[in-house]
């Protein structure tokens, strides 16, 4: 049964705006890049959250790589952020980029967060992209500071999407959940499971967003034109996660939201 179609990116004529958000762990672009390439660019992003992109050596030229073979330019991120990375296309005027490394337990992989503010049709938004912790206690922890990490970043609407080695039930996954929507669960599209590519049995990649933007579809894409099923398990050991988010016209000139209780 073929899939309802996800909407294409654009501007609406009240001026809110149609985006493409791609969440993706690219395995640091160790198995097949073609087809890793095949796979973003066929999405039609206007907006990637990378994990596990190149770190070592000449990570910059890797990720450039990636950038030109998917249409797309390098936002932030990278090895300076630990593995998560932002790509956007043409479509998204940059405003600021941080990118962050979290405090890192011994023995443990160091994390961080690729953070932007970006302008499309006019609206700030905020992105972070993340790889939280395989041990629990840590994953918890980041997940607190990435909810920190939205209050300083001062805008109205934010993007959030990740590999959280959580699954909805889990606690770091709750508390992302309990202030944003987890795009999957709102307006489920596609497929659901994400992790192993070649055998799905887990959900731990997900797209989140402020209440103040609707989420139109959200899942696991398939029947990708010019991608095959080979390709998805050839990219990389995650299936990607795909959403198409309308962001209202206008920003109120709040500074950002307060948790809740």
């Excluded at 705006?17 to 672009?29: D, E, G, K, Q, T």
């Excluded at 490394?101 to 700030?124: D, E, Q, S």
């Excluded at 050839?234 to 709040?254: E, F, I, K, Y």
């Amino acid at each position: 049964m073929a899939m309802t179609e996800l909407p294409d990116s654009r501007t609406e004529p009240d001026g809110s705006a149609v985006i493409r958000v791609l969440s993706y762990n690219i395995r640091s672009m160790r198995d097949d890049r073609e087809a890793l390439a095949r796979v973003i660019r066929a999405c039609a992003p206007d907006l990637v959250f990378i994990q596990e992109a190149p770190r070592f050596f000449r990570w910059r030229k890797r990720a450039a790589w990636l950038a030109a073979h998917t249409d797309l330019v390098v936002l932030s991120g990278g090895a300076t952020a630990a593995g998560p990375l932002l790509l956007c296309s043409l479509r998204a005027t940059v405003e600021r980029t941080e990118d962050l490394l979290l405090p890192r337990t011994p023995g443990l992989h160091r994390r961080g967060f690729a953070t932007a503010v970006v302008r499309i049709a006019g609206t700030r938004i905020g992105l972070l992209s993340c790889h939280l912790s395989l041990r629990h206690e840590e994953r918890v922890v980041q997940a607190d500071l990435l909810l920190d990490r939205l209050d300083a970043m001062a805008v109205e609407h934010v993007i959030v999407a990740g590999d959280l080695n959580d699954a909805p039930e889990g606690k770091a996954f709750q508390l992302l959940a309990g202030r944003l929507q987890d795009g999957r669960s709102v307006r489920p599209w596609g497929g659901e499971l994400t992790f192993p590519a070649h055998d799905p049995r887990l959900r731990i990649d997900a797209v989140f967003a402020s209440r103040g933007i609707e989420v139109l579809g959200c899942g696991v894409p398939s029947g990708l034109p010019g991608v095959t099923e080979q390709d998805l398990r050839a990219a990389t050991d995650h299936l990607p996660v795909l959403a198409a988010l309308r962001v209202p016209a206008l920003s109120s000139p709040t500074t950002g939201h307060p948790r809740p209780a």
